[in-house]
């Protein structure tokens, strides 16, 4: 049974650490507790059933069901994308002269919003998610891992591999780290900040659309409501690893699926989420700022 | 962008001018209450769109007592305070009778205040026997109670499936756990003791851990006391998980996604529902018309909801009165025909002959089991 | 991010600005309006959207032109109502606003029918829970999103202590407030190390146990059945048993909380509280006792749920853990930020309105929430700082409070003026 436990919670702290990275990502920037990153997370999930739909009204069959599967993730990247810009535009921006919890609050009220407008759009019943993920898996130990899970443990690393990428050795990534770390300054030397920040939500906001196909995909079943529970469990995963570190996302996303299987088969599973909080509360007692966040020393 | 921040003023400028049209004097108002927004909100459509059918099949024929029927929708997000919230704006506006709530933490206080002000309450969903144990005279179901049902599933699986090894998990609400306790006590008299009882928590998606624990300990069946979307994901991954245990569970289950998502995994569940509603006659009607109007087949508790509005129209025709006793006591002595069969309440307000049968999953479709 | 960036660069004047911005919402809601069996692909409903977009574009454009960009007018507007109640109480005596704000809040009511009524008793539960929530996040500067916790504590104290003891409400009132007072030390423990949102997570995990625990410990909370048949309070033989007599108990309780959440603040212990709020190694260089501030306002922001709580279970007769979500706490926390951090006016304000808005938009049915969301975006973007921002400094500089105190000059002279 551990061998099988194991592979649950790997799957299930991937799955975390896929919404988890847009989080992390996002506060790294401008130190928001983007709330809405679930509901993004959602947006693109339904993003993948519709373009799935339209794929098959019109007849559009595909040798295989990768080519379906990447035409539905693109969709979904672009058009997370566009929302996630469009919602920092809106909702964050004109607040960031403003005192911290400002745009908390406003982030609370877009995922309200989306909420409930996805419910009176696309209905307020579940979905089910085209199956697209041939191959069955193999047997470990007496266990089984599916194909779907190596896919999304693969998904999930190669995510947080670009990532880092993207942010330790590109242009735009060099721009990002100067804009977190010190927001006029970077506008001093040349930095546009607006252009970084938009950068930063689109990205941030594609891999929420990714992670909302492929979630979507494993579990098979999506409504208007799956971005609440996701949001908080990324948000904790994010904060276990210590938040706006990349690797610290996926870390602390593994960390908490770990968690809760282990608690949930040997324990019990009521009670799961009070270990997770409990092991989280315990990691901060002891490193305050996560497990890979850098010590802040306080500024004096 | 600031150009963006007012765009759906215009929206509520459009849906105020809708009300305005929509509010017509001298009506008689009916209450309909559930959760319409938030994570339960297809429950509560349920609920809304059966009342509107019923309501609708009622004006057409010229309303009651010469007026036309209104329904007052009342969302309580499935959070209690709301529900009284609800409660107070429904009595204060003269409500006749509500239909509703959906949960039965939500009913339990809201009765209180629909017995103060004397308005009867019909619930087509709470099952919780707390609901009318307190005897009050205004409360109606027209669902079976949580032991009515989980004396059948019990029933079924010690007696027809001849299975002891039983496995349960409820979803940790007033209903999925209620139900699952029913079962369990059911289960406990015919000298069956559960191998695993356990809670999951409703909205997650994963539930492979404590499937995982389950598993260990091989059981045959697995009972779960909950709402069709976990089931869905209970029994997809079991299946991947290789678990050949039968799965059984109650009415909130029975669900058209269930089947259409779950799929093959679905294959083989048993159901506790009641009879047959296309068998029905009286329920043809609200079958055909949910189709044309909403475009899909009706939910669980559309018909409770539908039949509910109907028993208090029916009242009010009855004893061309708006008096909430005098309407309780018609609902109570009559012999009612619905479209859920024939239905007669017993002096708390429930349904005096448990209307709970088994249904089971076969080729893609529900089938009463015989 | 191509097309937002073209609008900007290419499109510098506002008509075509406007149609392109609409244009962009309508592609937005496109993907998830459009129906392919409808007719036209229901491609009506994004139009609509776009239709709507444009309206409120040219209304703002129609607004801006006469002076000002659109949004600064709204904002001075909705600033200058803000600055005209706080202007007008500091012309006129400060009793006298309070007997005529006392006064009213205890005949106006007797007009009003049962609804209503439930609704200002509900007003006066959220006023009692964010001036509590107030003390941590608005003085102390400690982000809570665990708040419901104390405010459940309160209930279940009620709940058990009534059903299984047979304590009277009065009994427990203080108990139930001193219970909560605990727990917010407990909690405050742990986290004394922590910051800004490491703090949030903890108190947000804080939260969630305690509403799992009651959820699952079904011997003695009864699980998800929740607690039926609570006592309701009695006074010399009297029973509240109308709204009314709620409302007027719960009156008692905001009254309280107000005189004393005001003292806090004007005390050493408020400003101690500013000062580490606005610069914790400065404030604990000037001697302030970090741990033990951050203890008291835990402690003492608690309290106050503690009242709430037991109040709450006592109006409702029904407590279950339904009704302590991590979605209450942060609509409290919604409380605090839109009223003013900080503010006690602004702070009831904020509640007021937060429970009256959803209550007034019932008659919207299945769009309550959706516009709910937005008006919250709107009413944060328009007013940043809250309806009411803080006016503690203006008071400490007061010619009253010149002589005096000494400690609230030393705590925050840069910030002063």
Known sequence: MLVQQLINGLTLGSVYALIALGYTMVYGIIELI?????????????????????????????PTSGAALLIMMVMAMLFCGACGITIERLAYRPLRGASRLAPLISALGVSIFLQNFVMLAQGPRDKGFPHLFAGEGIDLFGSRISAIQMFIMATSVLMMAALQLLVHRTKIGKAMRATAQDMQMASLVGI????????????????????????????????????????????????????????????????????????????????KDVFAFAILVLVLIFRPSGLLGKDISRRV | MRRGRVW?????????????????????????????????????????????????????????????????????????????????????????????????????????????????????????????????????RTIGRDDQQGVVAADFIVKKLKKSKVAVLHDKTTYGQGLADETVKALKKAKVKPVYYGGITQGEKDHRPVLTAVRQKNPEVLFYGGIHPEAILLTKQMRELGMKAAFVSGDGVWQKEFIDIAGKAAEGAFITFTPDQT???????????????????????????????????????????????KLAEHIRKTKWNTALGPIQFDKKGDVLVSPFVVWEVKNGKFVQVK | MPTPRLSITLIQRPFPRIVLTSLWFGLLSLPLMMELKAPFFGLERPLLVSAGVAMAGLMRLAVSQRGGPGAERVQRMVGSIGGAVRHLTEQIDRRVIYVVAVASAVVIPLSLNRYHIDILTQVGIYVTLALGLNIVVGLAGLLDLGYVAFYAVGAYTYGLLSTRVGLSFWEVLPLGALLAAIFGILLGIPVLRLRGDYLAIVTLGFGEMIRITLNNWDSVTRGPNGILGIARPRLLGFTFSSPIDYYYLILVIVLLTIFVVDRLNQSRIGRAWTAMRDDEVAAEAMGINLMKAKLLAFGLGATWAGLAGVFFAAKMT??????????????????????????VLGVILGASMLVILPEMMRQFALYRMLIFGGAMVVMMVLRPQGLIASSRRGIALGPKDRQGSASAAVTSPQKMG
């Open chain 2, 279 to 325: 068998k029905i006659k009286e329920a043809q009607g609200v079958l055909k018309k949910h189709k044309e109007k909403f475009g899909s087949d009706v939910g669980a508790y559309t018909v409770y909801s539908y039949v509910a509005t109907n028993m208090l129209l029916d009242a009010i025709a009855a004893t061309k009165s708006t008096d909430g006793p």
């Open chain 1, 34 to 62: 983007n709330f809405a990153h679930g509901e993004i997370y959602m947006l693109g999930a339904y993003m993948g059933i519709i373009t799935f739909g339209l794929l098959t009204t019109l007849h559009l069959t595909f």
């Open chain 2, 8 to 140: 759906f003023t215009p929206i509520a400028a459009i849906a105020v001018f809708a009300l305005t049209l929509a509010h017509a004097a001298s009506t008689i108002k009916l209450g309909v209450a559930g959760p319409l927004t938030g994570d339960q909100g297809a429950f509560g459509q349920e609920l809304k769109n059966g009342a509107i059918i019923a309501v609708e099949e009622w004006n057409a024929k010229g309303g009651v007592l010469g007026k036309k029927l209104e329904i007052v929708l009342g969302d309580d997000q499935h959070d209690p305070k709301q529900a009284v919230a609800v409660a107070n704006k429904f009595v204060n506006e003269g409500i006749v009778g509500v239909i509703g709530h959906f949960n039965s933490s939500c009913s339990i206080p809201a009765s209180t205040i629909y017995h103060e002000g004397k308005v009867v309450q019909i619930t087509p969903a709470s099952t919780n026997p707390q609901f009318t144990e307190r005897g009050f005279w205004n409360l109606f």
């Open chain 1, 192 to 271: 546009d900040v607006d252009r970084v920040i938009s950068a930063t939500f689109l990205i941030g906001s594609a891999l929420a659309g990714v992670a909302g196909i492929m979630v979507g995909m494993y579990y098979g079943l999506i409504n208007f409501f799956i971005g609440y529970i996701a949001g908080i469990k990324a948000f904790t995963a994010a904060v276990l690893g210590g938040i706006g570190n990349i690797p610290g996302a996926m870390l602390g996303g593994l960390l908490l699926g770990l968690i809760e299987a282990l608690g949930a088969g040997y324990i019990s599973s009521e009670y």
């Open chain 3, 318 to 343: 029904f407590i279950s853990p339904e009704s302590f979500t991590f979605f209450e706490s942060v609509i409290i926390l919604c409380m605090v930020v839109l009223g003013g951090m900080g503010s």
